[in-house]
């Protein structure tokens, strides 16, 4: 069966840097969009960022460009998305998720087939 495995996530002050992986198994990763969705507590889950199946093409939230950067490795079945500034309004918990559709604008939890189970980040001010 498909799973997505993320980790990554902890403790990290106001500026400080994470480095979030998820590895993919059981499906045909190289095939796939991914993204990267986050949940804050009370809040709607909001598409992060997003990252073609060549890794020439990525899509960001307004709120975390120039501060975060999505990337893959289709060898290792692994998508990375590296957060630097990080603020204490990107606290939630990260998800990722696989899409088969090309990567799109407008990304929404209707359009994932596959998710992750979640990793916690947690910035402190």
């Known amino acids: 069966q498909v799973q997505l495995v993320e980790s990554g996530g902890g403790l990290v002050q106001a500026g400080g840097s994470l480095r979030l992986s998820c590895a993919a198994s059981?499906?045909?990763?190289?095939?796939?969009?991914m993204d990267w969705f986050r949940q804050a507590p009370g809040k709607e889950r909001e598409f992060v960022a997003g990252?073609?199946?060549?890794?020439?093409?990525?899509l960001y939230v307004e709120s975390v460009k120039g501060r975060f950067t999505v990337s893959r490795d289709n060898a290792k079945n692994t998508v990375y998305l590296q957060m630097n500034s990080l603020k204490p309004e990107d606290t939630a918990i990260y998800s990722c998720?696989?899409?088969?559709?090309?990567?799109?604008?407008?990304?929404?939890?209707?359009?994932?087939?596959?998710w992750g189970q979640g990793t916690q980040v947690t910035v402190s001010s």
């Open positions: 990252i073609n199946w060549s890794g020439d093409g990525k």
């Open positions: 998720a696989a899409d088969r559709a090309p990567l799109r604008y407008k990304t929404t939890e209707s359009h994932i087939d596959y």
């Open positions: 059981g499906l045909t990763f190289s095939t796939y969009t």
